[in-house]
């Protein structure tokens, strides 16, 4: 038995040589930091490192459940991502149809490359421009005064009232057109002789892209709901460090950025790495709970 | 076939709609690039839209004049290069062996994989890993802890799988080795799905900014994008170095912030439209076989 192995293995040596480095990799870079998820029970130490650190049990879990802060920041984290999730989705979905029904095909795919674009541009670039965008002499100022609807420029960025509304509409600007890629996909692969059909018994075009277009592509829908109802506790950390400020602390900080500045920059690694835990451990519930109902109201899943 | 009356009048109303949307994503950038040629104290009075006001080129005469950014550049351009060619060759060739189903330890492999998709260390101790091996302050910090995405793995494995047995039989009949096999018949048909991973790949390293923030202190080792980063977050302070640097009546912190940003994201509007293709085509190999 023993031998048959090492005569199998030896004959593909080839192939082993070929996955040994990513096996390697996917243990140092995924695992070995799966392990040191311990230090949420410790109090650790970085001279003591993980294995001379004092274990303190839920202590760190206690300590921020009963902190008003991360309400605040859980409250910031829901609320951005259901916005995303509630204007963005739909709004994919929509776009994806229309592009799909240009008749042009030059206008078409122009449209298709224009709304790619900003998926290209990094959170600092976009950073940048939206702070010049909404700046006191910027664009939407200068419009906003020019047209006299009003007397002064607003500060946007610096109102913290304002802030949820400007990383979701700046997220859904980014990303909507990057949206659409799977879904027109999908409306590419329906069988055109369904439409002609519904042609044919008379519906309209609405009906037909309610009746034909919607139900082809509904696995495809039900998959990218359930990915985003997944990182729904995520919401974008390099979005977050480029627009927030100390004025707009208050509604800007989520789980994501309020980890990295307490663990890294004020290194309260213990604590963090809880908060980091709490906040996996529901996004993978959520995801699971998402994939059960769809499992029970429809046939398409991801497991 | 002939359009009826409603359907006209959808398509009327869907060419309005999309050049509303085309307007609302190109107009903004156009308004970023007329500000970068525009004197900056000027722009501070408003009212620029499209086109300059007051037409200049310092701000990129000063941005060019500035050697930081030429290092900051250069270790952006390696990053990116290094990075993807290294990405490719581990993540592909894993994919390739794997593509085999007789791969001894195949499945357990999968099977970590689809862990590493759920869970993960976190930020805090994926930090203390990286550091602690010694990362911190290393250019290869933003090669090697990438160098491996599983996701990518299954797209690339989706499209191996797809290629017609017989050609590697016929090869193998010729005396070609496993590795001949993968670098002269895989390799060159599997371009479209490849240039697509390398464009992900190339994006990210171009755009990434957070793990120089989170591992590099050393200056010459900054990427474009967190010199950029840096510009951006230091202009509301006075005190800020560069403030210090940049006195002038002819431009403003802003002004060279919105040059900086054209010039940085240049690379990629310049490669894009060429990669465009593939990466439609790409996209869908991985995402309708899985």
């Known amino acids: 038995m023993k031998s048959t192995f090492k005569h199998k293995f030896l004959s593909q040596w080839e192939l082993q040589v070929m996955v040994w480095p990513s096996i390697i990799l996917m243990i140092v870079f995924s695992f070995v930091p799966m392990l040191g998820l311990i230090i949420a029970f410790q109090d650790y130490s970085p001279l003591s490192g993980f294995t001379g650190s004092e274990f303190v049990g839920l202590d760190n879990f206690k300590a921020f459940l009963g902190d008003k802060d991360f309400y605040n920041v859980l409250t910031n984290t829901l609320a951005i991502s259901l916005m995303k999730l509630l204007i963005g989705f739909p709004l994919e979905i929509v776009l994806a149809i229309l592009i799909n029904q240009i008749r042009l095909a030059l206008f078409k795919k122009f449209s298709q490359t224009v709304s790619y674009l900003p998926h290209f541009l990094s959170w600092v670039i976009l950073g940048g421009m939206i702070t010049s965008w909404l700046g006191s002499s910027g664009l939407v100022n200068s419009f906003l005064l020019s047209t006299h609807l009003i007397s002064e420029p607003l500060s946007f960025l610096s109102n913290a009232n304002a802030y949820w509304w400007i990383a979701t509409l700046s997220d859904i600007w980014k990303e909507v057109g990057w949206g659409t890629i799977l879904y027109l996909a999908a409306i590419a692969g329906i069988d055109p002789s369904l439409y002609e059909a519904a042609k044919v018994d008379g519906a309209k075009i609405l009906k037909r892209i309610w009746y034909v277009t919607l139900p082809g592509i509904k696995n495809i829908i039900v998959l990218m709901f359930l990915l985003r109802v997944g990182s729904i506790l995520g919401a974008n950390l390099d979005q977050t460090l480029v627009l927030q400020n100390s004025s707009n602390m208050l509604r800007s900080e989520v789980i994501d950025s309020y980890v990295y500045h307490l663990g890294l920059a004020q290194g309260d690694f213990s604590f963090a790495t809880a908060v980091g835990i709490f906040s996996s451990v529901i996004s993978v519930t959520l995801l699971l709970v998402a994939n059960f109902l769809t499992k029970k109201l429809s046939d398409s899943t991801i497991f | ?290």
Do not use: C
């Not at chain 2, 689809?114 to 290393?138: E, Q, R, Y």
């Open chain 2, 1 to 290: 076939m002939g359009l009826d009356r409603g359907e006209k009048i959808f398509n009327v109303f869907n060419v309005l709609f999309m050049l509303l949307f085309i307007s609302i994503i190109v107009l903004p950038l156009i308004n970023i690039v007329a500000l970068s040629f525009n004197d900056g104290y000027d722009a501070m009075k408003g009212g620029i839209y499209l086109f300059p006001r007051e037409f200049t080129l310092v701000n990129y005469e000063t941005i060019l004049k500035d050697s930081t950014i030429y290092t900051a550049f250069g270790v952006t351009v390696a990053k990116t290069v290094i990075g993807v060619i290294g990405h490719l060759a581990i993540t592909g060739a894993a994919a390739y062996a794997l593509s085999k189903s007789y791969l001894l330890g195949r499945k357990i492999f999968i099977r970590m994989g689809i862990i590493t998709m759920f869970f993960n260390g976190g930020m805090i101790p994926s930090f203390l890993v990286a550091k602690s091996l010694g990362l911190a302050n290393s250019f290869w910090v933003y090669i090697i802890p990438v160098l491996f995405s599983f996701y990518d793995m299954i797209i690339l494995m989706n499209f191996f799988r797809s290629l017609p047995e017989s050609i590697e039989e016929s090869a193998k009949i010729d005396g070609a080795s496993v590795f001949q096999v993968f670098f002269k018949i895989i390799v060159p048909l599997s371009f479209p799905v490849l240039a697509t991973i390398a464009l992900f790949h190339g994006v990210y390293q171009w755009n990434d900014f957070f793990v120089a923030k989170l591992y590099v202190t050393d200056k010459t080792l900054y990427p474009i994008q967190y010199y950029l980063y840096q510009l951006l977050t230091s202009a509301g302070a006075a005190s800020s170095a560069k403030a210090g640097v940049y006195v002038s009546k002819t431009f403003t912190t802003q002004s060279l912030q919105q040059a900086t940003m054209i010039i940085t994201t240049l690379p990629i509007m310049l490669i894009y439209p060429f990669l465009q293709k593939y990466f439609i085509s790409g996209m869908l190999v991985g995402g309708v076989k899985e």
